[in-house]
């Protein structure tokens, strides 16, 4: 499993009221949330990302309440990967539980800059920095986990089995 694109830049304790503002939780719409994804640190975020684009982040990201309309709306915005220093708990479960992808790498989070083309490869838990021509080594994903992302979440993988 693989995934390819630009760079959106963020810093450390990024926290779930910026990813989405509260004042737009009046839907769980996942297209809906997109519209409003990182508007309160980013505001032209849902205009400029594309398809398969990556977030990379500081310490820390996903700080603050346990709402999983902060990885639903990244994920309906259509990034492919979040990569960071460290991600809060709760938001690292939640990220895994709707199948979208994340990878925790102190180095890659250090180096990369926005704009960077970036691609992962998830198998190997390996960052290719294309732009730098530069590779660092994340935690690859459990094949278990790797499977309840590529079912697009927990519940179509428990779905699956059944």
Sequence with gaps: ????????????NVDTDVIIPARYLNT???KEL?????????????GRVKPGDIIVAGKNF??????EHAPIAIKASGVSCVIAE?????FYRNAINIGLPIIECPEASKDIEAGNEVEIDFDKGIIYNLTKNRQYKGQAFPEFMQEIIKAE??????NSKF
Excluded: Q, T
């Design 34 to 46: 997109a519209k409003y994804c990182m508007m309160d640190i980013d505001p032209d975020f849902a």
């Design 1 to 12: 499993m693989k995934a390819k694109g630009i760079v959106h830049r963020y810093g450390d």
């Design 28 to 30: 769980s719409e996942p």
């Design 153 to 158: 979440g927990l519940i179509n993988y428990i």
């Design 62 to 67: 996903g700080c603050g309440s346990s709402r």
């Design 86 to 90: 460290n991600f809060a708990r709760i």
